[in-house]
Each structure stands twice: as structure tokens, then as C-alpha cells.
């Protein structure tokens, strides 16, 4: 495998995890709803960390998309 078939599969690897974190999320919002406190919230629960975790995941897509086809963000 090359470099780049290698950046392409941890991209779509990281997708498809973020759609499967975007799935549960809807799921466990319709069943219980979540405010701010919740969603932003340090505490333990079935949401501790998340919007961290996507938007590192969400960031590092990015970055893997810019190396692919070599651009950059900035």
C-alpha cells in the first residue's frame, strides 16, 4: 500500500467512525434530548468527551485531505 492509499484509508476510517459517533449521538438525543450542559459538559455519561473527540477526528480529516491532494490549510 502506498503512502497515499494509506492517507485515504485512515480518512475514510475516521469518517466512518465519525458517522457511526454521529449516529449513536442522534439516537441518544431523540430518546433523552441534550442541552449545552450536557453536549459541553466534563462529567461522566454516555456524551463525556465527545464534541472534543469529533472535532479532533473532524480536524485531522481535513489535514488528511490536504496531504492527499497537497494542499494546505493555511
Do not use: C
Not at 10 to 19: G, R, Y
Not at 20 to 38: N, P, S
Not at 59 to 74: E, F, K, M, T, W
Request: aromatic letters at 8%.
Amino acid at each position: 500500500m502506498s503512502d497515499l492509499d494509506a492517507l485515504k484509508t485512515e480518512k475514510q476510517a475516521l469518517i466512518d467512525k465519525m458517522h457511526a459517533m454521529q449516529q449513536r449521538f442522534i439516537a441518544y438525543e431523540h430518546e433523552h434530548g441534550v442541552g449545552g450542559k450536557d453536549y459541553w459538559g466534563t462529567g461522566g455519561g454516555p456524551l463525556a468527551g465527545y464534541p472534543q473527540e469529533y472535532m479532533a477526528m473532524a480536524n485531522r480529516v481535513v489535514d488528511l485531505a490536504h496531504q492527499i491532494v497537497g494542499s494546505s490549510r493555511i
